[in-house]
């Protein structure tokens, strides 16, 4: 289906107004499927990522700022999500002994084995959305997604 039919507007007033509405668009739809699969484990996609980049740590330790810095969605608060996750004995915070300042998080064994069990259903909703792209077109959107990243932040006059 296309965008236009999507959100019922036949007509942007340029080929990046589409583009970034269709982004957007797309990246909702993709946070719903991923939301769903990972339901039945108890995680909320923001926890699921911040297991894998414990997962990435394992057996060294992360701070709250390594953990920020290296999150997908730069707006959640990676302390509050620490603190659900140690709730559910997926990851355990001791004060770091070099810098009694400085928190050391690290991912329990239930953590690393609530990963393995999530990981096909993580899988099907990534295969899910490439059946619909080739593999050249994914690489194709992936490039296109990346060329934006790190380039100065410009207003965008169709949003006001």
Known sequence: MRIEDEIKQPVFRSAYEKAIINLT??????????????????????????????????????????LIDRMLDKTSNASRIVDRLEEKQL????????N???VDIRITEAGLDLLSASKPKACWTR??????????QSCSS???CSINYGQPTKLFPFFF
Not at 91 to 98: F, H
Not at 127 to 136: G, L, N, T
């Open 25 to 66: 668009y797309t990246a909702g739809w993709l946070q719903v499927r991923q939301a769903a699969a990972f339901k039945p484990f108890g995680l909320t996609l923001p926890q699921f990522n911040l297991l894998r980049i414990l997962r990435g740590q394992h057996p060294r330790p992360a701070t709250v700022a390594l």
């Open 127 to 136: 295969i899910e959305w490439a059946w619909a792209a080739s593999p050249r």
């Open 91 to 98: 990851v355990t915070r001791t004060v770091c002994p070099a």
């Open 100 to 102: 009694r300042r400085a």
């Open 142 to 144: 992936s490039t296109t």
